[in-house]
């Protein structure tokens, strides 16, 4: 029998990762001198751990976070604590190619992003710039007459960061091959037979094969998020910021399926309201130019289709059939 992995948190923050944040910061603002680095709060969560810290220099103050995934103990012989780890490291290296590029372009349109200071693949950790702002879901949670056109701006210009996003990880190359997307649309197929009427998944089947069939990987296969939610999206003044962004291969547009599909799962926003917020999103998005969101969306709530969740799993079988029901109806 392999023994579990019993991982370990880390005391403070690496020494040597906050001296490179420092020379980093001093090249981004043009200090003088290197800024030295002071922990404001330390933040355990279940995967990592988070330190907030600040520098004071010459220009004012700088905030930043270092995220730390938890690190192995003693035994370290489970596959599934490996694999997680694989492919924390994967995203790091790729994050570490692109970030720079991807913070000056979303930089000029006047969007957030919490550039990495410094990077540290093996020990999975990174330094990186603070983002101000809200969450943009407690943002606009409150619909008060004068914001609904401020949070239609808002969710819009989130669907334009990520086309943003996703373009600049096209220049790197397809991220996975055509027989990776065929095996994933047949595992999420027959995953969810076992969820939902034979009646349901026999159209929703051939709606998956229609939309594959359209897919050039050439411009499909990008890196995104994702698991985009809410939470990894902040305002600030009109200001959208995009953080914590977890690369990974990634269908173009499955950042704004999953984030539209969260939000139309959400329970307590207005169903009419949803829909407004939907439109601002893929408008800025751009869907007419971008189909593969359709396919990634699909296997999105295929893959909610077998949720232990009553509501979560009723409200993906009802979309799924709105999915796929002919035009007109």
Do not use: C
């Amino acid at each position: 029998m392999k023994s579990a992995v019993v991982p370990r948190r880390p005391e403070g923050p690496d020494a040597d990762l906050l001296a490179s944040a420092a020379l980093s910061l001093q090249r981004l603002l043009a200090l003088q001198e290197t800024p030295t680095w002071s922990v404001m709060r330390r933040d355990d969560r279940p995967r990592s751990t988070i330190f907030l810290l600040e520098a004071e220099h010459g220009a004012g103050s700088t905030r930043a976070y270092l995220k730390a995934a938890l690190l192995p103990g003693d035994a370290t012989d489970d596959p599934r604590f490996e694999r997680r780890r694989s492919k924390e490291r994967g995203s790091l290296v790729f994050e570490d190619r692109i970030a720079g590029r991807l913070f000056e372009v979303l930089s000029s349109e006047g969007v957030g992003f919490d550039l990495p200071l410094a990077i540290d693949v093996e020990g999975l950790s990174a330094m990186r710039l603070e983002v101000p702002g809200r969450e943009i879901g407690r943002a606009f949670s409150r619909m008060i007459p004068g914001r609904r056109n401020q949070a239609r701006a808002s969710y819009e210009a989130v669907g334009r960061a990520i086309h943003l996003a996703e373009g600049q990880t096209r220049l790197l190359g397809p991220s996975f091959e055509e027989e990776t997307l065929d095996r994933r649309v047949q595992a999420e197929l027959e995953q969810a037979r076992r969820g939902m009427p034979e009646s349901l998944h026999r159209p929703v089947a051939a709606k998956a094969s229609q939309l594959r069939s359209a897919i050039d990987i050439e411009t499909a296969a990008v890196w995104g998020h994702g698991d985009l939610s809410s939470t990894n999206i902040l305002v600030d003044a009109g200001r959208i910021g995009l953080i914590d962004w977890s690369w990974r291969p990634s269908l173009a547009g499955e950042s704004v399926a999953y984030f539209i599909a969260r939000l139309g799962a959400e329970p307590r926003t207005p169903a009419n309201w949803k829909s407004s917020l939907t439109e601002a999103v893929l408008r800025g998005y751009g869907a007419d130019s971008e189909g593969s969101w359709q396919l990634a969306y699909l296997l999105r709530l295929l893959r909610w289709a077998n949720k232990s969740s009553t509501v979560l799993r009723g409200w993906s079988h009802r979309e799924l059939a709105r999915v796929v029901a002919p035009a007109g109806r």
